[in-house]
């Protein structure tokens, strides 16, 4: 992962964020490189960085800490009550230059002002925006929103603030932020499908293309074996796992994790306890990290087949079987060196497990990211948030792997309001700035 090259636009984001102090707000459609582009700046940068997402398997997914962690940050609205800084926080956000956010369409308005108040009151400047450190974003709105919570703050919210979105929190209104879009999409190559996605993302299916994605998707048979299902919904994925679990031959065989020191609970990235099965489907949830010259044998994401649970735990990929051995995840936290005046991360909890999951089925939710071949997509009833089928169908990485459970309908698009005014404002700003990459997209 850390070795790819970056196409122009993505090394020309690069460039901004590590040679300016600017805030940056990465975004672009699923597909275009901002996990990668993130990745190569944790290695390359020659800047004091410190990354944070807002959920636990985000966080896990760029080797950072969740937000709510590196802040010390109490669950729930913060709105403006004192925050509480020990020592060891307030050094950590001193000594960064950098503040990186993973998937920050999930961050909220009110979470995005008290990490705004947090640095400024470490840093001692309570009237620079973030205390004066840089922070560079990375999402896309068109795919995962922040979650809505009880109903006194969904109120509060209401009451409060333009839209729940990070891009309508206060420190906007005192701080600029510099919008970068990347324009050219890697996970897919043939045109059309591009477009059939970015008509998904936008709401701007015609009756043509919905023909188009029913008839490859909704007219054929599903495939029985080799294709995962995304759902809605965390019941339907549980009950699909189970069923199919069930329904092979054979003993089941579990596998539990070994879990060293303080993961927060729920934040594991895997099952605790993971049951197996001759034949059962999984998915791989962490890239091959053995150095072989053919190259990785599996990525996040692949789906096989186990084909052994013996002594050891074979699965099959493509018609290979290959071995896999337990891997093990590090939950970091960020600490600072008096001595060497340097960030560093330390290790503060390991998890390990066979880095596979069963894989009838996976949420959407959870497909964040992702890339498959082939996959199912099951909007149960009906899809119930925006982008949601944005988020499924732009997971596949050619048409022809596509198949749907039952046709789409117009009310399965769902774009939010406040993301379609907040980017067609950021667009017109890039327009007007000929040096931004990825402006044509
Ligand atoms: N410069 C590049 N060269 C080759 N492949 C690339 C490059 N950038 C991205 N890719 C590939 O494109 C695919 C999608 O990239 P990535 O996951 O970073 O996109 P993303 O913008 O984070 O997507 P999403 O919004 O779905 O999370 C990956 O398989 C990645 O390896
Ligand atoms: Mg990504």
């Known amino acids: 992962m850390q070795n790819v090259t970056l196409t122009r ?86 000594a960064m230059d950098t503040l990186v956010i993973d998937e920050v369409s999930m961050v909220n308005a009110d979470l995005m002002d008290a990490m705004d108040r947090s640095l400024r009151q470490a840093r001692q400047r309570p009237h620079e925006p973030f205390g004066g450190a840089q922070v560079v974003l990375f999402g896309d709105p068109y795919q995962l929103a922040p979650v809505p919570g009880s109903g006194d703050e969904r109120r509060y919210f209401t009451d409060t603030y333009t839209s729940m979105w990070f891009f309508d929190a206060n420190v906007w209104r005192e701080a600029d932020l510099r919008i970068y879009e990347l324009g050219e999409v890697h996970r897919q190559h043939d045109d059309e499908f591009k477009l059939m996605l970015n008509a998904v993302r936008h709401g701007a299916v015609t009756a043509e293309i919905a023909g188009v994605l029913n008839d490859v998707g909704a007219r054929r048979p599903l495939p ?149 071949e082939t996959a199912i997509v099951d909007l149960g009833p009906r899809a119930f948030s925006p982008g949601q089928t944005y988020v499924a169908l732009s997971r596949l990485t050619a048409l022809d792997g596509l198949y749907l459970s039952r046709p789409l309908r117009p009310s399965d698009i769902i774009v939010d309001r406040d993301v379609e005014r907040f980017m067609a404002g950021a667009l017109r700003e890039i327009g007007l700035d000929a040096a931004a990459p990825g402006a044509a997209g």
């Open 9 to 94: 636009e993505q090394a020309a984001v690069f460039q901004a964020i590590e040679g300016t102090r600017e805030h940056v707000f990465v975004t672009g459609r699923a597909g275009t490189g901002k996990s990668t582009l993130l990745n190569h700046l944790n290695w390359h940068t020659q800047k004091q960085i410190v990354i944070c997402a807002p959920t636990g398997v985000a966080a896990l997914n760029v080797g950072g800490q969740t937000i709510h962690s590196l802040f010390r940050l109490p669950i729930g609205v913060i709105a403006d009550h004192d925050i509480d800084q020990n020592d060891t926080v307030r050094k950590i956000l001193n």
């Open 224 to 372: 029985e074996q080799g294709a995962i299902t995304l759902a809605t919904t965390n019941e339907t994925v549980n009950r699909i796992n189970r069923t199919q679990l069930h329904r092979l031959p054979g003993q089941s065989i579990a596998n539990e994790a070994e879990v060293n020191g303080d993961f927060g609970g729920r934040a594991f990235p895997a099952d605790e306890r993971l049951e197996l099965k001759m034949g059962a489907q999984v998915m791989f949830l962490r890239n091959d990290n053995a150095l072989r010259g053919d190259g990785p044998r599996w990525v996040n994401g692949t789906i096989g087949t186990v084909t052994s649970l013996q002594r050891e735990v074979r699965v099959e990929i493509d018609g290979e079987e290959h071995e896999v051995e337990p891997v093990t995840w590090e939950k970091f936290r960020y600490t600072w060196d008096p001595a060497a005046k340097k960030l560093h991360r330390e290790i503060v909890a390991e998890f390990t497990q066979f880095p596979l999951r069963l894989a009838w089925a996976v949420t959407i939710h959870k497909s964040q990211g992702a890339s498959y």
